[in-house]
C-alpha cells in the first residue's frame, strides 16, 4: 500500500511540475542600458556627460573583398549586413554600410570611428567608439556616441591569392552595441 501510495504521490508532484510554466527570463526590460567593463587604458570609453541609452545584439556578416595590395592581395573591408536584436530578442533594426544604424521606428543613424581596442581574440572584430550622427525621433533620436563590444567572429583570413581577385567573402560576426545621448 505505501509503494502505491509513494508512487501517486511522485506522479502527481511531477504532473504539476510540468503543469506549470517556467519562470520567464530576466529580459533587462524597463532598466536603463549598462556601459560595458572596460580596461583602464581603454582608448573606446564614452566622453563625460553622455549616459548609456540603449543596448542592441548584432547577427550578422562582415563582407570583404579580395584586393591586390602592392605586390600582394588581401580581403579589404566593404561593409557589415546584421540584424539588431532588443534585450528581448525580438528584431529591431538593422546595421549596414558606413556604420548606418535604421531602427523600425524610423530613427537611424551613422557612425564616425572615433577610436577602437584589440578584441581578446585574433578572429574577432575590434572594440569600436563611435560619434554619431541621428536621424528622426525614436528610439536611436539624440544618439551621440556608439561602442561596438563583445565582438565574436567577423575578421577575414590574413590575404588572399590572385586566384580570388574581385571576390566577396562574408564572414559571420556577432557584437554588442551600446547606444549614448548626452546627460541632461
Not at 504521490?9 to 560595458?36: E, H, I
Not at 534585450?87 to 544604424?101: C, D, I, K, L
Request: with cysteine; glycine share 10%.
Amino acid at each position: 500500500m505505501n509503494r502505491v501510495l509513494l508512487g501517486c504521490t511522485a506522479a502527481s508532484l511531477l504532473l504539476a511540475a510540468c503543469a506549470t510554466p517556467p519562470p520567464a527570463p530576466d529580459s533587462g526590460a524597463g532598466r536603463p542600458a549598462q556601459p560595458p567593463a572596460l580596461g583602464w587604458l581603454s582608448r573606446i570609453k564614452v566622453p563625460d556627460g553622455n549616459d548609456p541609452a540603449l543596448k542592441l545584439a548584432a547577427r550578422g556578416v562582415q563582407i570583404f573583398r579580395c584586393e591586390r595590395v602592392g605586390d600582394a592581395y588581401e580581403w579589404r573591408f566593404r561593409q557589415p549586413e546584421a540584424e539588431l536584436f532588443d534585450a528581448e530578442g525580438q528584431s529591431v533594426g538593422r546595421h549596414g554600410a558606413n556604420f548606418s544604424f535604421e531602427h523600425r521606428d524610423g530613427s537611424r543613424l551613422l557612425g564616425t570611428v572615433v577610436a577602437h581596442d584589440r578584441a581578446a581574440a585574433a578572429d574577432a572584430l575590434p572594440w569600436l567608439l563611435l560619434s554619431a550622427k541621428s536621424f528622426g525621433k525614436g528610439s536611436l533620436g539624440g544618439v551621440s556616441y556608439i561602442q561596438r563590444v563583445n565582438t565574436r567572429g567577423g575578421m577575414p583570413p590574413p590575404s588572399c591569392d590572385p586566384g580570388q581577385a574581385s571576390r566577396l567573402l562574408r564572414v559571420d560576426f556577432s557584437a554588442d552595441f551600446v547606444f549614448y545621448r548626452l546627460r541632461g
